[in-house]
């Protein structure tokens, strides 16, 4: 049980483009799910939490407007990277709370490369 | 400030010994703590948790929790090649649904 996934797994763009990230709970419902973005050998960095049916909350120093969350359902959250540039090239995992203790589920991650 | 420290090794041991991993938090109005593995360029996968003091074990696996000091602990038994990884620790505050992670601990067991 509490299985996360993510699509797609890797993904490379052109500067200036956006890119959509989605993650599933495949086998719960989330009421809540989290983005992180890890740099080669650097620890998790949490970007915003994503609340099914409301605007996501984010963290200091991230730009909603460019990291633009979506939650329409308990299920779906979905990351979209706008006007991407080289610097936003990172590793991004989503999580998803379950359980009594609200542990969280990471997906496998989606490395994206922008060139 | 809440901030989770973890020694950043490489904490090396021999394969079939015992590896213990600690790591430290600043705020007594902490909830839960959490233990995750993470593999070279693959996301965290979460090996246990645990909420109250004393110990809780999970195969070869023992976390141990002293809210008084601060500190929790995460021991593997019988350490194979397969457990190298990095290990992170994370703490639920109180009030709080994120999680604050320590930069994790890479431990290396060696054949």
């Known amino acids: 049980g509490a299985v996360v996934s993510q699509h797609p797994s890797w993904v490379i763009c052109k500067s200036g483009t956006s890119v959509k990230i989605e993650c599933r709970s495949l086998?719960?419902?989330?009421?809540?799910m989290f983005w992180y973005r890890q740099f080669p050998k650097q620890s998790l960095m949490l970007m915003a939490t994503?609340?099914?049916?409301?605007?996501?909350?984010?963290e200091q120093g991230v730009e909603k407007d460019k990291f633009l969350i979506n939650h329409a359902s308990l299920t779906l959250s979905t990351l979209t990277v706008t006007s991407a540039h080289p610097e936003d090239s990172s590793f991004y995992i989503c999580?998803?709370?379950?359980?009594?203790?609200?542990?969280?589920?990471f997906g496998p991650g989606t490395r994206l490369t922008v060139l | 400030q809440k901030e989770v420290e973890q020694n950043s090794g490489p904490l090396s041991v021999p394969e079939g010994a015992i590896a213990s991993l600690n790591c430290t938090y600043s705020?007594?109005?902490?909830?839960?703590f959490f233990w995750y593995r993470q593999y070279s360029g693959k996301s965290p996968e979460l090996i246990m948790f645990?909420?109250?003091?004393g110990d809780k074990e999970d195969g070869r696996f023992t976390a141990q929790l002293n809210k008084a000091s601060q500190y929790v602990s995460l021991l593997i038994r019988d350490s194979q090649p397969s457990d190298s990884a990095t290990y992170l620790c994370?703490?639920?505050?109180?009030?709080?649904?994120?999680?604050?992670f320590g930069k994790g601990t890479m431990l290396l067991v060696s054949p």
């Open positions: 994370a703490v639920r505050y109180s009030g709080y649904s994120t999680l604050t």
């Open positions: 994503s609340n099914e049916g409301s605007k996501a909350t984010y």
């Open positions: 645990i909420y109250s003091n």
């Open positions: 705020d007594r109005g902490s909830q839960s």
């Open positions: 999580s998803a709370s379950h359980g009594a203790y609200n542990e969280q589920f």
């Open positions: 086998d719960f419902q989330a009421t809540t």
